[in-house]
């Protein structure tokens, strides 16, 4: 038994390389507590895939007896099924590429260049993008809309493009960009 220096208390120095090399494996097996999730998101774009085959031919059957108002919703829509799907493949290679990929030795993402901030930015682009729809959207049917509704996504919308500015500016006052 030795004296460690730090503590003061008696451990085997041993038994402390060996839980420090244990605990360390333990933390890195966790990583993998995250591939499942990123299964679970990938097959959430397959469901997008066909929501947005099926709003397609939902589009096609009612194009001649739709008004192109209603078409350019039609495509809105699958815009934002669009839109959703990337967001969603964005969040599984970048988290794929910080969390599961340095455990897979030879394997490089799109992803591996870009920075956490980088990703941040996309993301939040991403939801301003949809919430624009969606307020676009609101605003062609702003007869069946109340004010108060298109006022708060007016509020989130404008929220979010202030969220993404400010996260522009932390990344350059942090000179990551």
Known sequence: MALNNRTG?????????????NLGRILLATRWL?????????????????KFVQKFAQGLRTLLADSATEE???VLQ????????????????AGWESVIGPLLAGT??????IGFGAVKLRLI???AAIAAIQ?????MHFDQTMVVQALWQLAILL??????????LMDKLAGTH
Not at 9 to 21: G, H, M, T, V, Y
Not at 108 to 113: A, D, I, Y
Not at 135 to 139: H, N, P, Q, S, Y
Request: charge should be negative.
């Open 159 to 168: 929220g979010i493009g202030l969220l993404g500015v400010l996260l522009a």
């Open 34 to 50: 995250m591939a499942p999730i990123y299964v679970g998101l990938l097959a959430s774009v397959v469901l997008l895939a066909f």
């Open 78 to 93: 699958l815009v934002d099924i669009a839109l959703v799907a990337n967001l969603v493949l964005t969040v599984v290679f």
């Open 9 to 21: 208390a008696l451990i085997d120095p041993a038994l402390a390389e060996r839980l420090e090399r």
């Open 72 to 74: 350019m919703l039609g």
């Open 125 to 127: 682009s991403s939801i």
């Open 135 to 139: 307020i676009l959207e609101t605003f």
């Open 108 to 113: 490089r993402s799109g992803f591996s260049g």
